[in-house]
């Protein structure tokens, strides 16, 4: 859900004396930089993708980047989307955990132009034609970024030999509500969505030029980022940019999502509150002002895309009812839901009471087994939005694609002490190599990231996560439905949960 940016987070290597790599885009030559940790991996950082979304520009729908002769430098990030430091906190609160100071963690620069994507890859060179991960942050739709230390893709791009994209995207009110004074969606709604698949546009016409192959894209995401991922399965704006796709722990949107009438009433409320009586007076007011107004909004507006009859016609889960048609890596971690919660029976109770009457007696003894509200939230929690909607995703896969499933559990020392268990978010590191200096890694660790580095690049190569050397990884099957457990054993097993999430899909997911 979270990453994070801070100083220092990575350690100052000499480069060698090399000319910075070059790429030529249709005539304006993109310089970047060697990797400092990998020196044989580009990365050209802050391309534009949009024109800055800032004023006429502003709450419309993007503006492609055109190629312009002359040199751009791309060797600094631009701007994190305009946010404030939830995503730092967040980061503050995990560390805590682990012994990390807080000012371990800083925030970048945030500002509304940052409509950039960030290329990491071992062979800058056309005809090299490498398999393309294009990556959708995550942070709730109204933070994170898209250059947070475990995204940088050096060490995966270069052991996978696979070329990493990843994308900033307008977050929050700027990002994922409509406008209050637009009488149909006219361009105004989704717009994060709509940046990312200008996103995928860029990487569909230019990534070749940086050593990608068009025709292999795979778009992937965590928390937010893989709810959005699951939008753009749906969104027939998106077809044709993509070849498969990965979800971590981003199924909670086939729960249900705002409607488009409900969002335009958040901003109807919002645009009273800062005194804005029209859509030039909406786009005139100050961010800070915008973003206050929605942060101090009650109750706290739901950042999704919402079905707006054109970008997303219909909700995600109507798509996985018609089938995928792409091949899928998805899964969920063992304890998504335990940082959120607390030891509160009261909690458990209201958590329970939402959902239908007939799951509602079936899941109580489940999760009170042990006596603990905390751990009976987050089994429950965990279920609901991660692990049986990821299932369900993998169910949706129609033949001949394939769908992957995983569960991963891996406690890392330090969370099993703090109770933290297999927190939403943990895997991300043990996929792109990024573990931080605050995390403790051991040998176990460092063999699990070599080994799930090494499934999502065969994924992305070839849509199948296996490769020699490496234990097998069946293909789900819903008659005898396997997943792979990435923890201290790598092996396939029954799918956790398996009966109970086939027992309440279809009224726990309305419309799968």
Known sequence: MRRRYWAGALPFLVTLALAAPRVDVRGTIVEGRWNRDVPAVAEFLSVPYALPPVGARRFAAPVAWLPEA??????AFAAGCYQDDYNTRWYQQVGAYFGAPSATFV???FSEDCLYLNVWTPRPDP??????LVWFHGGSNKAGWSFEPNYQGARFAARGQVLLV??????????????????????TVNLGLQDQIAALRYVRRFIAAYGGDPTRVTIAGESAGGADVLALLAS???????????IESGGYNLRGAPSLSDQRAVSQKLAHSVGARSSQEWRDRPSAALFLAAKNAEPAPYFLPVVDGRVLPHEPALQLKRGLSVDVLVGSNANESLLYVTESTAALDRMIAELPTEVQSDVRPWVEHDGSARHAQDTLGSFLDMGCSAETVAAAVRSPHRAYLYRFNRVRR???QAGLGAYHGAEIPYVFNTHDAWLPTDDTDRQLTQTMGDYWAAFVTSGNPNRPGLPTWPAYDSDRAQAQLLGDTVISQPAPDHARCLQHRARLYPGV
């Open 236 to 246: 027939p704006d998106a077809q044709g940019l993509y070849a498969r796709a990965i």
């Open 70 to 75: 002359g040199i751009r430098r791309a060797d």
């Open 107 to 109: 925030d970048p620069p």
């Open 127 to 132: 005809t090299a034609r490498l398999p393309v």
């Open 166 to 187: 990843t994308v900033g995207y307008r977050l929050g009110v700027f990002g994922f509500l409509p406008d209050p004074f637009a009488a149909g969606s006219e361009g």
């Open 414 to 416: 330090g969370a099993a």
